[in-house]
């Protein structure tokens, strides 16, 4: 039912060989516990009608986690994908601390307005920036979230959010949450860059993640854009990396400043001014697209994509970005991926979060509960 959708006791019979009393029996089980549910009728000749069963979404629920160093978002959902509650705040948590009892407490909350408690979720999935480190239990490469990458941190969120917690690169989920229910879907070989506090990058290659051999694959806000030797001094691998440096929201605002746009405190405020208008705001996002061009052109060359996306706070501006960014690659490189913006904006770590979490819950609802009560009936009756 979960694959192939509503049926009948007798269709499910002809399907898995089992006689009609024992799947019919199997279905009274099923129903009783929880995992399947009546979805109608249907008709299957003169007079006669049988009753069509089919997986209930209820069965369980899942929670995705998108932890951004602005904002914090989190939704609920049923085994249909459904979403059933959703929170979404501000970050101002300046401690790893702070952030894991600021997670934890939204987290109660967004639970709560679905009607249930931590525990019964079947399956949590947080997106962060940086890289998972599942021996160490914690994350690298996280510079803009303060104290992120101590050691023991996983164990720490797992501790508020409950067992069996995955905690997924945020590019990542935003690709595989574009290829779930976005711009991506049925597109075997793409990309995800994702433009905003930071720079991280998804990696689908034949459809699914690629993460390198030590899960860093994407982290291309460490490519040395413009590198020169005054360009290393004073940098560690706990600040940001230099395209990264180059490209991102805070150099967006200082370049702003540079040309003399007014009143732009944030790269957002810029964007707007150059939909406005303002000739200044436009030089800079032109010149944000030339710094972009360098990585799409870098990435191309590597991996071939057959799409580019654009997501983030900064790369979601794909109307005022996409036509100098397809300009500049094309003065730099024969290499030219079909550019496009993301389908999801500010929701697809959010996404891309209950989609994997919702794989991992369905066969822990669905396949092993279910394949228990069958065994145990048809043991009875054997």
Known sequence: MRRGGAATRPSLARDTGLSKPTVGQALLDLEQDGLVRPAGRTSSGPGRTAVLYEADPAAGHVLGIDIGRGRLRLAVADLAGTVVAKVDEPNRCRSASALVRTVHDLATGVVAQAGMTLSDVVKTVVGSPGVPDRGGRMLHLAPNLPGWGRRGLL??????????????????????????????????????????????????????????????????????????????????????GILEQAAAANSVVKLAKEHGVRNASSAREVFQLARQGDACARAVVEQEATKLAFLVASVSAVIDPELVLLVGGIGSNTDLLIDPLEKAVREISPLSPRIAPGELGEDAVLTGAIATALRAAQDIVFDRRGENLVTQRSGVNA
């Open 155 to 240: 164990d720490e969120l797992e501790a508020v959010l409950g067992p069996g917690l995955l905690v997924e690169n945020d590019a990542n989920l935003a690709a595989v949450g574009e290829r779930d229910q976005g711009a991506a879907r049925g597109v075997d070989v793409f990309v995800c860059v994702n433009v905003g506090t930071g720079i991280g990058m998804g990696i689908v290659v034949d459809g699914q993640l690629f993460r390198g051999a030590h899960g860093a694959a994407g982290e291309v806000g460490y490519l040395p854009y413009g590198w020169t030797d005054t360009d290393s001094e004073g940098w560690t691998p706990s600040t940001p």
